[in-house]
């Protein structure tokens, strides 16, 4: 079964980082890209960032580009968002989900961490 | 930048037909995934590549693109069926992936 478990969402000043992880496990983790997708508050879905399944290619937002850093342990099966210099706008549920190809569709989502940026 | 429009809400009776549309310029010639969120709850696709299902999805859920728009189709609506219904493409032209805005699926 393939299962996507987010952690690391929390409360956070202004200004100040954190760090996503996306444990992941039921699939070849190293065939498939990955991508983080934020909902903010009785809002809708927001692409944020994607990787693929070596790295090779990374894409951002523009609305979090030179802030946020999406980067992957294929060793390790996990996924990470690094996210700096948070602004109140970035306050949401973060989810990772699969990719089934590259620039198709999230076939599976995790359950999703909360990120609160507030002072 | 690629915009996807889709209507705020959508509200059907019962065991009728809803169908929800995803506009976009000439959004035809890409492939459209279908999402669907209930309260509290992470996104389920429901169709992809414009018409497909994934396992699992009932026939009831439908999709279909042309021209500048797309539609998912829901037949003989159930209560389960209320929740957030999302469109999503891929715009190769800015390497980018877009959502619409979400449709409110409400079962009077």
């Known amino acids: 079964e393939v299962q996507l478990v987010e952690s690391g969402g929390g409360l956070i000043k202004p200004g100040g980082s954190l760090r996503l992880s996306c444990a992941a496990s039921g699939f070849t983790f190293s065939s498939y890209s990955l991508t983080w997708v934020r909902q903010a508050p009785g809002q809708g879905l927001e692409w944020v960032a994607s990787i693929s399944s070596s790295s090779t290619y990374i894409y951002y937002a523009d609305s979090v580009k030179g802030r946020f850093t999406i980067s992957r342990d294929n060793g390790k099966n996990s996924l990470n968002l690094q996210m700096n210099s948070l602004r109140a706008e970035d306050t949401a549920v973060y989810y990772c989900?699969?990719?089934?190809?590259?620039?198709?569709?999230?076939?599976?989502w995790g359950q999703g961490t909360l990120v609160t940026v507030s002072s | 930048s690629y915009v996807l429009t889709q209507p705020p809400s959508v509200s059907v009776a019962p065991g009728q037909t809803a169908r929800i549309t995803c506009g976009g310029n000439n959004i035809g010639s890409k492939s459209v995934h279908w999402y669907q969120q209930k309260p509290g709850q992470a996104p389920v696709l429901v169709v992809y590549?414009?018409?497909d299902r994934p396992s699992g999805i009932p026939e009831r859920f439908s999709g279909s693109n042309s021209g500048n728009t797309a539609t998912l189709t829901i037949s003989r609506v159930e209560a389960g069926d209320e929740a957030d219904y999302y469109c999503q493409v891929w715009d190769s032209s800015s390497d980018r992936w877009v959502f619409g805005g979400g449709t409110k699926l409400t079962v009077l």
């Open positions: 989900a699969r990719d089934q190809n590259w620039g198709s569709r999230f076939d599976y």
């Open positions: 590549d414009d018409s």
